[in-house]
């Protein structure tokens, strides 16, 4: 209990108002007037109107009031009833590789088959110089068994490699050129994690499961630090568009973290970032020095690598998730962790020991366990501090565990868009888990009335970044594109303002940067968005409707829409 009395303490005090300065100084660069201001505060107040000077909030208040805050050089906004936000933070996403796949062969959001074969084939035409053709986010739900065939590949890619993930990044598809540089045959083994698929006669089919994926894709020429640049000014364009301004990068590398500084350093980083480095599970506590170096090299006012990153298992659709009682229908199958208990153990508290912020990958019920044990294990060890570790996607909870993130002071990292009730859940999870597991499935509501601390991304590119489409299908839980309607699993819907707050305040908690960003208050940064209609004003089935106007980091704009 004294950990989570802590840290709501912490949050609370981040939350005390500040004195405004005096309005008898200079006037304010910026006023905002006649909106709808919802400033997320701690107690949810509104407001009319914003005034802003030198990147940082100085009044919210009323119309009548902002007044004063008007001189000659002021840039008056009058917002006419529109929205006003603190910015946006997602709590996962990869800006870099999202940004880079887009780049490549991007098959997010096709809707069969034939989409697909006939965007790879066009993608190939027009690319004839490249050595391989990659890319991805083809669906699972478009093949049997979320298993596309190489033979489909080779007939759009008959000529070269190809290699193309799926959306959800834990599967790729490959076709039998690819296949055949790599030496993937039907004699080789699955490696420790991860899996071949194979036809009836055992040959590979094309599909590659998890760690299976770099039997093939180490062959793959490198990226170089351009393309790491480019698809990071692509991610951070997407970002900006959709309002927000800071990002929790889910899984940084080396090369990933050197495309973040090189655009600092040319003032490009739109949007604050916080880095966890993606650890190298499999040398364990020998990974230490590297992520500490990474961690001492990448320290700016908009970039920092204090958090590092743990896959503990993979998904359900294709039972690499880590559960606690076995698939239904695949015998005793269990899924796998990719990590044994005491090594986790072991990790965690080495990392907790020497200061980092932990993030863990945890789909399962099985990985969710070993997460919160590895997690308890090292506070026990190295005694409670404001270490804010959080999980990531939490697709399936068991409910004995779900009280341990508010003991813990564990943040549950959940992505709402998922709640959707799609074909993803409907054909591939719930016949798996059968219906008494998928009573639990992204329980964020139950994580919420057990007193546990939420935080919400998007895991672009898996999924869309727009925080109003993860806003409505918090509340919704149902697919945006299919408008009103009964929920899916109705006991886990949450409302607007927690939604809300899920994106923004518990976004900059899970960031340690409550007191910088995450709510309109005086004396914090202008990270703000203006939104085309107010939230609270639209059925909730047409929240994903709404269209971001103006994103501001710091009182800068880097996004405005055509026409505002
Ligand atoms: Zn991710």
């Known amino acids: 209990m004294g950990r989570l009395f802590a840290a709501l303490a912490v949050l609370a005090a981040s939350l005390a108002p500040i004195a405004p300065s005096s309005p ?134 008959p000529d070269r490699p190809a290699l193309l993930a799926a959306s959800d990044g834990h599967s790729s598809w490959a076709n039998s050129k690819a296949l055949a540089i790599a030496g993937v045959t039907k004699a080789t083994p699955d490696p420790p994690h991860g899996r071949i698929e194979r036809d009836a006669s055992g040959q590979p089919s094309g599909t590659l499961r998890e760690e299976a994926v770099h039997l093939v894709s180490r062959h793959l020429p490198p990226r170089t630090a351009a393309e790491h640049e480019a698809g990071l000014r692509r991610g951070l364009e997407v970002a900006s568009g959709f309002g927000l301004t800071s990002l929790e990068e889910a899984d940084a590398s080396a090369a990933d973290l050197a495309a973040y500084a090189a655009l600092d350093a040319r003032g490009a980083l739109t949007a604050r970032v916080s880095a966890s480095i993606g650890v190298h599970t499999d040398e364990g506590l020998g990974d230490l020095p590297r992520l500490r170096d990474l961690r001492a090299k990448y320290r700016s006012k908009r970039l920092h690598a204090d958090a590092v990153k743990i896959f503990a298992d993979g998904v359900i659709e294709t039972r690499t998730a880590a559960v606690l009682e076995p698939y239904l229908g695949y015998g005793d199958d269990r899924g796998k962790t990719n990590l044994e208990p005491a090594a986790f153990r072991a990790l965690a508290a080495a990392l907790d020991k020497d200061g980092f912020q932990i993030h863990v990958h945890a789909i399962g019920d099985r990985a969710v366990r070993d997460t919160l044990d590895a997690l308890e294990f090292a506070q026990k060890a190295n005694g409670v501090r404001d270490s804010r570790h959080h999980v990531a996607h939490l697709e399936l909870i068991d409910p004995a565990d779900i009280p341990r993130f508010r003991r813990l002071g564990v943040v549950a990292n959940f992505q709402p868009f998922w709640a959707n009730g799609d074909e993803y859940i409907t054909k591939m999870t719930e016949p798996e888990l059968g219906p008494a597991r998928s009573q639990w499935i992204y329980p964020i509501a139950s994580v919420e009335a057990a007193g546990g601390i939420t935080a919400f991304g998007s895991d672009w590119s898996v999924s869309s970044m727009n925080p109003l489409d993860g806003i409505e299908v918090a509340i919704t839980h149902r697919d945006p594109s299919t408008g009103p309607g009964s929920a899916w699993l109705p006991k886990e819907q949450i409302t607007l303002p927690d939604a809300i707050a899920g994106y923004t305040i518990r976004g900059a908690y899970l960031d340690f940067t409550e007191k910088e960003t995450g709510s309109i208050e005086v004396g914090k940064a202008a990270d703000l968005v203006v939104l085309d209609r107010n939230l609270f004003d639209v059925p909730p089935s047409q929240i994903h409707e709404a269209k971001v106007l103006w994103t501001l980091l710091e009182g800068k704009e880097v996004y405005r829409a055509k026409g505002f």
């Not at 008056?76 to 929205?83: A, E, Q």
């Not at 933070?89 to 096709?110: F, K, T």
Request: with cysteine; net charge negative.
């Open 24 to 157: 008898a100084g200079a006037p304010a660069d910026l006023v905002f007037r006649h909106g709808a201001v919802y400033t997320v505060d701690n107690a949810r107040s509104w407001a009319e109107a914003v005034a802003v000077s030198g990147g940082r909030i100085v009044f919210v208040g009323t119309d009548a009031a902002a007044a004063q805050w008007i001189g000659p050089q002021t840039k008056v906004v009058d917002l006419s009833g529109k929205m006003l936000l603190p910015a946006f933070h997602d709590s996962h996403v990869h800006p870099v590789s999202g940004g880079m796949e887009a780049l490549e062969c991007d098959l997010h959001g096709l809707a069969s088959t034939d989409a697909v074969l006939d965007t790879i084939r066009s993608y190939a035409w027009s690319h004839p110089d490249a050595a391989w053709i990659r890319g991805g986010g083809w669906d699972l739900t478009l093949f049997p068994e979320g298993s596309p065939s190489r033979l489909a590949l080779d007939r759009v890619v």
